[in-house]
């Protein structure tokens, strides 16, 4: 898969305190270049320091468009993919608990590549993380 990406940040889970205006101005800053967009759009997550605790770099990206800005995702990964519930005001955050919570107890072994939120046009929202 390749992607073109419009929008990148640095940050991390735990130390960075302006987390979440680096996330939204990071989306809000994508938004014109998302208006007409009527296909799948990406959360990519990548190029981590380490692990969930660590740095790592989160793009908004669309299918490729040939734009000169892309990443290509190997197909090599394998992921787990985890359903979003869209009816709850906090369901990518409590999805993203649960992954971290089944890292802690071993129950899922994270390669640490690239991880992706998946935006559907109909509203539907998908995790995939890559494990090992």
Known sequence: MELTIINSVRTNNFKDKAI???IDDMWK????????????????????ESDYKGDYTLSVAIESNNNASTIK????????IFEV????NFGIFNTWKEIWEREEKRDLARAYTFDFEKYYPNGQ???HIAVK
């Open 20 to 22: 979440m205006q680096k």
């Open 29 to 48: 800053d994508a938004g014109s270049a998302l208006k007409n967009h009527k296909e799948v759009t990406y959360g990519l997550y990548y190029d981590y």
């Open 73 to 80: 995702i190997p197909s090599i990964n394998k992921y787990e």
């Open 85 to 88: 519930d869209t009816s709850d």
């Open 125 to 127: 929202m998908e995790i």
